[in-house]
């Protein structure tokens, strides 16, 4: 406001699909009375897409950035890369590496386009990018970038996006809602200020919607069904899925609509079942199906079996909770009355190599403070350990597993269960330090949606869990650990279970 420009600031949107990262870019440019443009680099392999072709090849065109320019009519657009991080690279080039001139705004203000061959700039453009994956941007791009993450949306978030935009957009669009026409003044005003602007007005009144003349007077979908699918078919971090289930649900209720009034016969499958217009929790699998999660949690009964741990872990969709099976197996001896086998760690569950080197660490400080915690308990020498991590056909990377493998080979070991409504997550290291991990908020919601009244947290994660919304943080008991031997306080001694 001060120096009347934005420029200087490349900004990054990362985070899980469908948490609304291009609709956010789209309410900028509103925002600032900006012309939008975006274009996608999924997959872009070719430098001449940013760069342009050079007049000497048949069929050559200016790059998307001149493109830009050229049909928003402006020299201060509002920019979206969409899918920065899933550039391609081949013989044709690298176009990461020529998105290092275009997202610097030491060198942008001399952009030069292979088709035009001068100097163009575009300092006065605002770049914003999309993500959904830092690791994958090369580090001289990422560092020209401010990065913001978006985390998944909750529960309540996702009932409200619902409520007010996902339900009436798909009710207008299956034709069960009118959206409520504004005064031809206002139009007109509308019309006048737009001019040379984005539509799009932040200031602007929430549109009203009613329903259409021939749709029943008691048509709706109440919040329950909503819950329901949240709950039960929606778990991924974005709404987008959310949004394919309810406007499964609308489609229906307008061919039913439809059918009523001109007398046609539907199908077993599509016709109503139920006496009433009104979708909800009872009569949702009329319309999208059985629920596709039937349960919070792999272990119903309290206490787990012993070996078996929850964690919580951090994947691209959202946060998940997971549990550690560990199982033991006991050799005999041979011929010689030499014990066969014993002291090995075998590992399944599709897990990455970050992952597999964690099993190793954890098998190694679980061995060690066996000696100390009981000397005389030989288990690792004379038992093998299959250590498994459900579901086999997700793949799993990563080291925030640490201390959950260490705690299940120890209860393992030492013959005692873990209680259910324990989880826990953090790095360990070969001396038993709990190192900070990421995606606390994810897995804090992970963990609300398994029921987890106790969770186990690096001491240096305290920041990012303090900075979390306090419904989120409500009836849970956060322990926080700097070393093992916290972790096993809480898992073994305090209201333990034995």
Known sequence: KLKGSVQGKILCLAGPPGTGKTSIAESVAAALGRKFYRFSVGGMSDVSEIKGHRRTYIGAMPGKIIQCLKSTGSTNPLVLIDEIDKLGRDYRGDPASALLEVLDPSQNYTFRDHFIDAPVDIS???????????????????????VIRLSGYDVPEKLEIAEKYLVPKSMVNSGLMVKQDLSEEKKEDEDADS?????????????????AERVPPSLSIRRSALESLVRW??????????????????????????????????????????DTWEVSSDNLHEYVGKPIFTSDRLYEKDPLPHGIVMGLAWTSM???????????????????????????LNVTGQLGDVMKESTQIAYTVA???????????????????HMHVPEGATPKDGPSAGITMVTAMLSLALDRSIKSDLAMTGEI???????????????????RRAGIKTIVLPEDCRRDFDELPDYLKEGLDVCYATDYSIVYDVAFVTDSVK
């Open 195 to 211: 001019e040379g602007t984005n539509k799009m007005d932040p200031l602007a009144p929430q549109p009203t919607y009613h329903l």
């Open 124 to 146: 006065k453009v605002l770049f914003m990018c999309t993500a959904n994956e830092l690791d994958r941007i090369p580090g001289p791009l990422l560092d020209r970038m401010e």
């Open 233 to 274: 078919y929606c778990r991924e971090a974005g709404v987008r899925n959310l949004s394919k289930k309810i406007e499964k649900i609308t489609r229906l209720l307008s061919l039913q609509v439809v059918a009523e009034e001109e007398g046609a016969q539907l199908t077993e499958k599509s016709k109503r079942k139920s």
């Open 429 to 447: 290291s070969l001396t038993g330090k709990v190192l900070a991990v990421g995606g606390i908020k994810e897995k804090t919601m992970a963990a």
């Open 318 to 344: 959202g946060g998940s909770a997971l549990y550690i099976e560990t199982q033991g197996i006991k050799r005999g001896l041979d011929a010689e009355g030499k014990p066969r086998g014993g002291g090995t």
């Open 367 to 385: 061995r060690a403070r066996l000696a100390e915690i009981a000397p005389d308990n030989s288990f690792f020498d004379d038992t093998d350990v």
